[in-house]
């Protein structure tokens, strides 16, 4: 019964609206808490129907969602891990890890890609995709990407002292910090800090990012641009990219999304469709990257078919700082 309630409040709410000769979309988000027993006080009934509401709105909005002892311990320990992210910097708690790009052809690492790690003092290693939501969801995800950005810069400017050449790291940015008025040029302060040039830092932009306002999105991306960053369009293809817009980012390389990688060269399906991006790419004058590359015969695959940057563990987990700083050593060693 309380679901036909749930149903007819959100159909009446979505009901097309006129105002001003304006036509006017409302959408509503429920949540339910059904008294199972009556020492429930009032308050508490509606702390339960407060956190369904708030799953209804996490989870897509216009729906309405039950509240159950499971949720109640899910979003508790979600609240816990959103108040502990806000101390996790100061404390140390946070690591940046990185993960080589290898050119095929010579074996070098030329470039890295930075991912952020968690190490919980309760929970122990927290996923990306658990906590990074978290912090979009707030604005935690603002000082999280700055910092990232600055230890990533002074990483690399460390290997530069120590006598390595130049590498290019790159780093993915929020949905907020690319929305941000002032993206580039706290960027170009960072590297002008670290003493870095802006070809040494790549900035990934996922698909998403860039549908929801094409021409804002071309401008910011125009911005970066002509401050000499690097830009790559990340996991292409699993978005909903239009060739027509493509053509209009200024992008240096595409990245082959690693559930397309993970096919080869058995899959017709994706053999095909990691041909396409390859050649689509090399038309659009941009270079072409693949992640997600675990074995020998998905490396001699893209190579024959003109992916010559390849990034996955079959070369290299993503690992930290001084253990990339190792096997970055024994490359070097090996192949000069």
């Known amino acids: 019964m309380s679901n036909q309630y749930a149903d007819k409040i959100l159909d009446t709410v979505a009901e097309k609206l006129t ?3 304006n036509e006017i979309n409302i959408t509503a988000s429920i949540g339910i808490a059904i008294l199972e027993n009556e020492k429930t006080d009032t308050n508490e009934l ?3 129907a407060d956190m369904a509401l708030r799953l209804a709105k996490e989870q897509g909005r216009n729906t309405y969602r039950f509240y159950s ?5 899910t979003l508790l320990r979600r609240f816990q891990l959103e108040r502990d992210l806000h101390h996790a910097i100061e404390k140390g708690e946070l690591q940046v890890y990185y993960q080589p790009q290898i050119d095929i052809n010579s074996g070098d690492i030329v470039a890295a890609e930075a991912l952020l790690r968690w190490q919980h003092p309760e929970y122990g290693f927290v996923s990306p995709a658990l906590f990074i939501p978290i912090a979009e969801s707030s604005n935690l995800i603002l000082d999280i990407s700055t910092w990232v950005l600055r230890t990533v810069c002074q990483q690399n400017q460390s290997w530069l002292s120590a006598g390595f050449p130049e590498l290019c790291v790159a780093v993915n940015l929020s949905g907020k910090h690319f929305q941000q008025e002032n993206l580039a040029d706290e960027i170009r302060d960072i590297l002008q800090e670290t003493e870095l040039k802006p070809h040494q830092l790549e900035l990934e932009i996922t698909e998403g990012l860039l549908i929801d306002d094409v021409q804002k999105a071309i ?6 641009h002509n401050y000499g960053f690097l830009l790559a369009l990340d996991d292409f293809g699993t978005g909903f990219s239009s060739l027509s817009y493509l053509k209009r980012f200024s992008l240096d390389f595409l990245k082959i999304d690693q559930s397309f990688v993970r096919g080869i060269p058995h899959d017709n399906d994706d ?7 390859i050649a689509l790419a090399h038309s659009l004058q941009m270079s072409v990257i693949a992640e997600g590359v675990e074995t020998i015969e998905q490396a001699n695959d893209l190579q024959d078919h003109g992916c010559y940057k390849l990034q996955g563990y079959y070369f290299s987990r993503p690992i930290p700082a001084q253990d ?3 096997l970055w050593e024994e490359k070097l060693e090996k192949y000069n």
């Open 19 to 21: 105002l001003d000769n």
């Open 46 to 48: 509606f702390n339960q």
């Open 69 to 73: 002892e499971e949720m109640n311990q």
């Open 219 to 224: 401008n910011i991306l125009q911005q970066l």
């Open 271 to 277: 053999n095909a469709i990691t041909r396409s991006v």
């Open 324 to 326: 990339f700083t190792r």
